[in-house]
């Protein structure tokens, strides 16, 4: 099993930042992967980074285009997303997500509970 807290969320005006952060527990393998997605009101959700936290490689959705950054620390086992030059369009429920494995395809084996980012112009 393994357990996802995200924080960081909260409500900032257009073109500030946030960083979310994503603390992860348990079994070390499950959670070898770290996503974030997201899901506008009315929309599907959809994926946003990936990060393998032992070997450091990274995975954006196209539409990122350096926005946002991932990253992890593995001294607290924590996952964040450095989001920059926020957009209204970026309002959201971001969510992280763990997978032992083909990370970058958007693969989830768990979820956390999700944190709101609501971005005003």
């Known amino acids: 099993q393994v357990q996802l807290v995200e924080s960081g969320g909260g409500s900032v005006q257009a073109g500030r930042s946030l960083r979310l952060s994503c603390a992860a527990s348990?079994?070390?393998?499950?959670?070898?992967?770290i996503t974030w997605f997201r899901q506008a009101p009315g929309k599907e959700r959809e994926g946003v980074a990936a990060?393998?936290?032992?070997?450091?490689?990274?995975y954006y959705a196209d539409w990122v285009r350096g926005r946002f950054t991932i990253s992890h620390d593995r001294n607290n086992s924590t996952t964040y997303l450095q989001m920059n030059a926020l957009k209204p369009e970026d309002t959201a429920v971001y969510y992280c997500?763990?997978?032992?494995?083909?990370?970058?395809?958007?693969?989830?084996?768990?979820w956390g509970q999700g944190t709101q980012v609501t971005v005003s112009s």
């Open positions: 997500a763990a997978a032992g494995r083909a990370c970058g395809s958007w693969r989830v084996d768990y």
């Open positions: 348990g079994d070390t393998y499950r959670r070898r992967c």
């Open positions: 990060m393998y936290t032992e070997g450091g490689s990274t």
